[in-house]
């Protein structure tokens, strides 16, 4: 399997998540010539939530691990070309990151502090 297929299997399998956690999905892969975010939702509180998902399907190596400072400035860039495009300056904005290890979810909430 392509890396392109497992990123979407995993995408897919994050989306089922969310869904299943009352999250309404408002964009996937939004792209700008900044970088892409994979999913971008209102949590049950109203909040934006700009989620990147990453999957392993090995134990050697957290998916975590796969986010450089680099993909992290490019998520907040990209987010906030998000909230002025779509007008969303009034809601709490929350940065949050889903692993998954072969069938397993891990969702980490707010995980960048800006």
Do not use: W
Request: aromatic share 12%; with cysteine; net charge positive.
């Amino acid at each position: 399997m392509t890396s392109y297929k497992k990123g979407k299997l995993a995408e897919n399998k994050a989306l089922n998540y969310l869904t299943s956690k009352e999250y309404k999905i408002i964009e996937t892969n939004y792209q700008t010539k900044i970088g892409e975010i994979d999913i971008i939702c209102l949590s049950k509180k109203n909040i934006l939530v700009f989620i990147e998902v990453k999957s392993v399907s090995n134990n050697y190596i957290h998916p975590i691990e796969k986010i450089t400072k680099r993909k992290i400035n490019k998520i907040i860039n990209t987010s906030n070309t998000f909230i002025s495009m779509y007008n969303y300056n009034n809601y709490q904005i929350q940065y949050d990151f889903i692993g998954i290890i072969k069938s397993n979810i891990i969702h980490y909430e707010n995980i960048i502090q800006i």
